[in-house]
């Protein structure tokens, strides 16, 4: 990193036995403000501590003297120094009067940004949120110098107090070819914010300190304008932005909802909740916790709606080392059970995801391959344990060989069946995530079983002769769904159905595994599980596609209940009956 700061024209400002001392200080370099205060002894202030510069207290006249060196104290009781990025603050007294000063140091720190330079080229609104010091508006600075510098973007910054760009009319080079736009009056820094898309066509803006409604109001306008914002708010964390009422537009805002007695039950949680209202202004949020380790929300909305639902996000958490390396790691709610965190390289699935494909809420979500899930979930299902009792065979045994075992029947493993009106798709998926003893051929004679369509046997004679002169018995199943599949199948093996199903079956049923099958799944399932079979009550769903209706079906059936569609499209929805 390259620091830019000035110092000596901040010390000059300083009455001159106080500029001495810190000229000749050993920890010169890291100083960040000096406080004079009336009738107080002036103080120093480092990273981690603060120190007394001298034995006398301040006095009205060395105040006076300050303030004549500095320029013109705008509405915010701010000051600068021509050229440079240090700030002075005023402290006032009833009258008007100047009685303190703290006169804080302005750095250029190029290479800050160097752990979210990636997010910084998607052409995303970005918010900087973090405590007062942590280096929001050095970041800011240099965010504003690589978008105009090294990307090319035309970018202004509105300069509300001349600390981003430095005072007077010139701006400090450390933003770069970036314009700044100086601000009269800070209650007016919302209509230069507008003034400055309308007249001066930028591709991004950049705005420090977003404090009050209008502003907020202001940045979600131009947001809606196909503008780049980069900003930063003071608040350590988002949940801070959320419960105020001010900033809170610039998350989406939050508005109660009132729901109906069935989508309660469903959601399982009281009927008015809070829910966000809009879009957030800023797609990405950054939380500065310390200078070298920032929290990154990718999805501004997804984590406050996840908040919302009083559950906790899962951040990035980027960290630079002293060789300048950064490092990307994730904090895990949920890892088999336990909290953790993930290197980023080892990221193969996102962090709410449990071991079963199930999130801790409910939802359901894409499975990663089988024996990817074998390497990751420790320990052996029930259904693994019933059928390593009833055909006493190994995990590793490869049913595709010729090796024969004996069946609970007396029939030889693995099991041949000739599927007869059945879908071989999916008869071979139901095999393969069960891991089923089971091969599937095209040739009765080698067949030890034949699963059909019931409509199909009863029609089809020669095959009911072809059978019974073979030896073979049919299992009959009544359609070629996931469920009956996965019952006919356990029952040629003579495997008990657990009670409450195996997960693995349920990863059946996500088919594509789209975002609008898992909503309806989980809809059916949260039904079936919070309502249905607790309380003995009927539910009716969300209305669907018939083909999205078909899989609630499934799964309903999963559960030996019963389910009707009714109503006319495109509100035909699904009806759930308790047994």
């Not at 005023?90 to 100047?98: M, P, Q």
């Not at 959320?242 to 949680?269: F, H, M, W, Y």
């Not at 894409?366 to 259904?383: D, N």
Request: net charge negative.
């Amino acid at each position: 990193m390259t620091i830019t700061e000035d110092l000596q024209k901040l010390l000059d400002i300083l009455p001159q036995d106080l500029r001495q001392v810190l000229e000749n200080h050993p920890k010169r370099d890291s100083l960040v403000e000096v406080v004079l205060d009336l009738g107080r002894r002036p103080e120093a202030r480092f990273p981690h501590e603060a120190e007394y510069l001298s034995e006398t207290t301040v006095t009205q006249a060395q105040i006076d003297d300050c303030i004549q060196r500095v320029g013109t104290f705008g509405g915010d009781n701010r000051a600068g120094i021509e050229q440079t990025l240090h700030r002075i603050s005023a402290i006032r007294n009833r009258t008007g009067k100047i009685i303190g000063l703290t006169c804080r140091v302005g750095r250029a720190v190029f290479g800050t940004i160097g752990m979210i330079r990636d997010l910084v080229e998607t052409g995303k609104s970005i918010l900087m949120l973090g405590r007062p010091g942590v280096g929001k508006t050095t970041a800011l600075r240099e965010i504003a110098r690589v978008l105009a510098d090294d990307l090319n973007k035309r970018v202004v910054i509105i300069d509300t107090s001349n600390e981003i760009a430095g005072d007077g009319d010139i701006a400090h080079p450390a933003i770069g070819r970036a314009r700044r736009m100086q601000v009269a009056k800070p209650e007016l820094q919302h209509q230069v914010m507008i003034e400055a898309v309308e007249n001066h066509m930028p591709e991004v803006i950049v705005i420090d300190e977003i404090g009050t409604e209008l502003e907020a109001l202001a940045a979600r306008t131009i947001a809606e304008r196909g503008v780049q914002l980069v900003g930063t708010a003071h608040g350590n964390q988002i949940e801070n932005l959320i419960k105020n009422p001010t900033l809170c537009d610039l998350v989406g805002g939050i508005q109660a909802v009132t729901l109906g007695d069935d989508e309660a039950r469903r959601r399982g949680s009281q009927k008015t909740v809070l829910e966000r209202k809009a879009p957030p202004t800023f797609e990405i949020a950054v939380e500065m916790l310390e200078r070298q380790r920032w929290v990154v929300h990718e999805s501004v909305a997804d984590t406050v709606d996840t908040l919302l639902r009083g559950r906790q996000p899962n951040p990035q958490t980027r960290t630079v080392d002293e060789k300048g390396k950064v490092a990307i790691s994730r904090q895990l709610s949920v890892v088999n059970g336990r909290g953790g965190s993930l290197p980023s390289d080892e990221e193969s699935f996102p962090a709410v995801k449990q071991a079963n494909g199930w999130r801790s809420s409910g939802q359901m979500v894409a499975l990663p391959p089988l024996s990817l899930e074998r390497e990751r979930v420790t320990g052996r299902s029930e259904f693994d344990r019933l059928l390593d009792e009833s055909f006493n065979y190994s995990e590793s045994i490869d049913f595709s060989t010729s090796t024969k075992q004996a069946g609970p029947n007396g029939e030889d493993l693995p099991l041949h069946i000739y599927p007869y009106g059945v879908s071989r798709h999916q008869l071979e998926q139901v095999i393969s995530v069960l891991s089923l003893p089971v091969i599937l051929t095209k040739d009765i004679d080698n067949a030890d079983a034949i699963l059909a369509l019931r409509s199909h046997v009863k029609n089809h004679a020669k095959l009911r002769q072809m059978a019974k002169a073979r030896h073979v018995p049919i299992h009959v199943i009544k359609s070629s769904t996931i469920p009956q599949i996965t019952r006919g199948l356990r029952r040629l093996l003579n495997i008990d159905d657990p009670e409450m199903g195996d997960d693995r079956e349920l990863q059946l049923l996500l088919h594509r595994g789209g975002d609008d099958e898992m909503d309806a799944l989980e809809e059916a399932r949260l039904a079936v599980e919070q309502i249905v079979i607790p309380k003995g009550q009927p539910v009716e769903l969300l209305p669907r596609s018939s083909q999205v209706r078909k899989m609630q079906h499934e799964l309903v059936e999963h559960y030996r209940l019963k389910s009707d569609s009714f109503g006319e499209e495109p509100n035909r929805r699904l009806r759930i009956y308790p047994a």
